[in-house]
Each structure stands twice: as structure tokens, then as C-alpha cells.
């Protein structure tokens, strides 16, 4: 009887143990979190945030990586604060500008943040489009001046043409991997704004 309580108390202990350690990681995991907020939005983004980062690559650049197919790139990342229980959701919105191919090409989806196992830790937001469309994975430079893409695939869309034949794909190769595109001012991915209250509000910003 001794013995059968003694496995019991040590099953009990070690699931106690257990639940700590998951409610500690999971409190870091917040920590970091809202630590990397306030860099990705330069404070907290409050009940709505936006950061906005830009790149139009130079033809020094592009010579020197030959292969690569964007020419520019906009990403605007959004934070905002769900009424229902208070918590930040998170959305993103990519334009780009291909070199060799004319039209304004972009994308949108959701966000969740994500720790990289490649990085120490490093957390990233980790952002995806509906049906299978693919995604990227935003990170921030050591200076939090700048935004790191890194992508396998996205699915994107031409404005300028119907739905039947907007659609394409980015893919990433040999130079479409990883973007860095700099910070910059809300207004300037104001163009990737779509509905005229969030644009209102992106450009008191």
C-alpha cells in the first residue's frame, strides 16, 4: 500500500513539475513576445499599431545578384486588439515589384509569433495566406531598424487584373530567399491599404 501511494505521489509531483514548467515557458514565450511588439512596432502597438518597411533595390544590387526577380518590396505588419477577450491579433500585407515584369503584385494573411529553433530562441512572426498559399517569416535586425523576410513561397495577386487571372506565386531561388527591407514611415505602405477607415487611421499614424 506504502509503495502504490508512493508511485502515486511521485506521478502527482512530476506532473506538478510538469505544469510549472509549461506555465514558465509559456511565460516567457510571453515575455518575449511583447518584447519583440515593442521593437516590431516601436513601443506597444496599443489597441492598433502598423510597422511599416520598404526596399527598392538599386541596380548595383540587382548586378550583383543576377538571379534575383524582385525589384521591390513593401511590408506592412498590423497589430490589433480583438474586443472579445483583449489580446492582440496580428496581420500582414506584402507588395511587390517584380524586375523583369510589369503590374503591382501583393498578398495578406495572419500572423502568430513563432520561435525560431535556427536562432537562439530568436522570436519571429511566422505569417501565412489562406488555402494553402504559402507564407513568410518576419524577424527583426539586431538594430530593429529593419525588417529580415525570409520565404519559400507566397501566393500573390495583380491589382491591376480580374481575380480569374490575378493570381501567380512567388517562389523563392537563388536570390529570393531572404529580403531585408529598411523602416519607414506608416504612409509609405499606405498603398497596400485597401479599406478607407484603416487607410484614415494608417495615415494619422
Given amino acids: 500500500m506504502k509503495q502504490t501511494f508512493s508511485v502515486v505521489a511521485l506521478a502527482i509531483a512530476a506532473y506538478a513539475g510538469a505544469t510549472l514548467t509549461v506555465q514558465a515557458?509559456?511565460?516567457v514565450a510571453r515575455a518575449k513576445a511583447a518584447a519583440f511588439d515593442n521593437k516590431m512596432f516601436a513601443g506597444s502597438p496599443?489597441?492598433?499599431?502598423?510597422?511599416?518597411?520598404?526596399?527598392?533595390?538599386?541596380?548595383?544590387?540587382?548586378?550583383?545578384?543576377p538571379?534575383?526577380?524582385?525589384?521591390?518590396?513593401k511590408l506592412l505588419v498590423t497589430a490589433e486588439e480583438?474586443?472579445?477577450d483583449k489580446t492582440l491579433s496580428y496581420s500582414f500585407r506584402l507588395g511587390i515589384g517584380y524586375r523583369h515584369r510589369t503590374g503591382n503584385f501583393d498578398s495578406s494573411g495572419y500572423c502568430n509569433h513563432a520561435v525560431a529553433t535556427d536562432a537562439a530562441g530568436e522570436v519571429r512572426?511566422?505569417?501565412?495566406?489562406?488555402?494553402?498559399?504559402?507564407?513568410?517569416?518576419?524577424?527583426?535586425?539586431?538594430d530593429d531598424k529593419s525588417?529580415?523576410?525570409?520565404?519559400?513561397?507566397i501566393q500573390v495577386w495583380n491589382r491591376d487584373k480580374p481575380d480569374a487571372e490575378a493570381g501567380d506565386a512567388l517562389v523563392a531561388g537563388a536570390d529570393d530567399k531572404v529580403f531585408r527591407l529598411d523602416r519607414a514611415d506608416a504612409g509609405q505602405c499606405a498603398e497596400l491599404v485597401t479599406d478607407r477607415k484603416e487607410l484614415a487611421a494608417l495615415r494619422h499614424k
Avoid at 147 to 153: D, E, G, S, V
Wanted: hydrophobic share 35%; with cysteine.
Fill in 147 to 153: 525588417a529580415i523576410i525570409r520565404l519559400q513561397k
Fill in 46 to 65: 496599443g489597441a492598433k499599431g502598423y510597422a511599416c518597411f520598404v526596399r527598392q533595390y538599386d541596380a548595383n544590387h540587382l548586378t550583383q545578384h
Fill in 25 to 27: 515557458q509559456e511565460a
Fill in 67 to 73: 538571379q534575383q526577380k524582385v525589384s521591390a518590396m
Fill in 125 to 142: 512572426l511566422d505569417c501565412s495566406v489562406d488555402c494553402e498559399g504559402g507564407g513568410i517569416n518576419v524577424a527583426l535586425s539586431k
Fill in 82 to 84: 480583438r474586443a472579445e
